[in-house]
């Protein structure tokens, strides 16, 4: 079999930016405390385990006074911050720029919207640490919807700025929009922002065309990971033999049967050695037992 590692999949920048920053203050060396799992990959979390990052919960911070700790890629809301600053502790912001300017965005939307009575709403994964952090950049409730059940929690005679997770499907924002014009009592009253990231929007499309091009297809993501969730359907719908994996010990060999050409792709949280890993095994028949 041919196996073709897909060169646009894996990290993003943000998730680049993150992980540069992780190594670079662990080089300075003893330990520092991340707040929640730096990446969505158990494996990738792992070796940084090894070189000094600890994962921690908002719960313990109380017990990191003086210590460092580390803000990953999905940003955090102002409270957490607040905290650092009364406990003494040294944060390191590897908030991604992209989701710091839609958590920017997020605020504005709640003054325009408050100033009007309307209603803000973000196309998300609730409790998603993303969007932990952006729902609690200001007071006021907003409503996060996941699907087009949850549009039977927004009242549609006030107006809506619509948003979303940086991470989302394009199409499925798209979707939503439609919807809400179609029963808003003033469709003009909507305004839709499309906050998703140019890096994970144009994945959807560069996908569908990889993933077709294969007779088998292996996505390479943690199981805690939104955004592999995503992209992978996208495989899934343009390829039915796509197969997800979170590293090399779960192929099986039976995926490959008749296969004359395998994809290797990834998610933006999936690092590039890991999916080399992957590759490697397929193409040297090393497949669970």
Not at 25 to 33: H, R, S
Not at 146 to 171: C, G, K, M, Y
Not at 181 to 208: F, K, M, N, W, Y
Not at 245 to 258: C, I, K, N, Y
Request: aromatic share 6%.
């Amino acid at each position: 079999m041919k196996v073709t590692i897909d060169n646009r999949s894996g990290f993003c920048f943000g998730v680049v930016r993150a992980i540069s920053r992780a190594e670079q203050a662990l080089g300075e060396g003893g330990t520092v405390f991340s707040l929640g799992d730096i990446v969505h990959n158990r494996i990738e979390v792992q070796r940084l385990q090894q070189l000094g990052l600890e994962t921690v919960s908002h719960a313990q911070m109380e017990s990191l006074c003086g210590r460092r700790l580390f803000i990953r890629a999905h940003g955090e809301p102002p409270s957490t911050f607040a905290t650092a600053r009364r406990l003494g502790i040294e944060v390191i912001d590897a908030t991604c720029p992209v989701v710091a300017r839609l958590q920017e965005k997020v605020k504005r939307a709640h003054a325009e919207m408050r100033a009007c009575g309307g209603q803000v709403v973000i196309l998300g994964k609730r409790g998603h640490a993303e969007v932990v952090g952006l729902t609690g950049q200001v007071a006021e409730p907003t409503l996060v919807v996941e699907s087009e059940a949850d549009l039977a929690r927004i009242d549609f005679t006030r107006p809506i700025h619509f948003l979303s997770q940086t991470t989302q499907s394009v199409d499925l924002f798209r979707l939503l929009h439609e919807r809400m014009l179609e029963r808003a009592a003033d469709p003009a009253r909507v305004v839709a922002d499309e906050t998703i990231c140019r890096q994970v929007s144009g994945r959807e499309q560069h996908l569908r065309t990889f993933a077709a091009a294969y007779d088998v297809i292996v996505f390479v993501c943690g199981r805690k990971s939104s955004n592999g969730r995503v992209l992978f359907e996208v495989c899934r719908d343009a390829n039915p033999r796509s197969y997800n994996v979170e590293e090399a010990g779960e192929l099986e060999a039976a995926w490959f049967d008749g296969a004359c050409q395998v994809g290797i792709c990834g998610a933006t949280s999936t690092p590039e050695w890991l999916m080399r890993e992957v590759a490697e095994a397929i193409a040297g028949g090393r497949f669970a037992q």
